[in-house]
């Protein structure tokens, strides 16, 4: 059983920056997806941003232009760098790692794995 240990989130005023970082327990073999999900309260969990083992990059487009993705595939480490974020961005971050992001974020039906969520709260 794979496990994600989450690090990163906090409180930030808006328009300031978070940086989360993700690491799997263990190495897993082939390619896969790997990437971070967030939920609100009262709203459903939704992609935010996910990384192919290739390197290519899917965001949801509130983030585009604001996060960050990046991979470390030999470390098995993902990190979010999150800028200019506002209030809407306040939500629980959770990483996840899924089979393939299928050229999208993938449903919450394909993850895998998830962390254990980190809290990231902005105020305006």
């Known amino acids: 059983q794979m496990e994600l240990v989450e690090s990163g989130g906090g409180s930030v005023q808006s328009g300031g920056s978070l940086r989360l970082s993700c690491a799997a327990s263990?190495?897993?073999?082939?390619?896969?997806?790997m990437g971070w999900f967030r939920q609100s309260p009262g709203k459903e969990r939704e992609g935010v941003a996910v990384?192919?083992?290739?390197?290519?990059?899917n965001y949801e487009p509130s983030v585009k232009g604001r996060f960050t993705i990046s991979r470390d595939n030999a470390k098995n480490t993902v990190t979010l760098q999150m800028n200019n974020l506002s209030s809407e961005d306040t939500a629980m971050y959770y990483c996840a790692v899924a089979p393939v992001c299928g050229g999208d974020l993938p449903p919450l039906i394909a993850v895998a794995f998830w962390g254990q969520g980190t809290q990231v709260t902005v105020s305006s």
């Open positions: 990384s192919e083992a290739d390197g290519r990059t």
């Open positions: 263990e190495y897993v073999y082939g390619a896969y997806c």
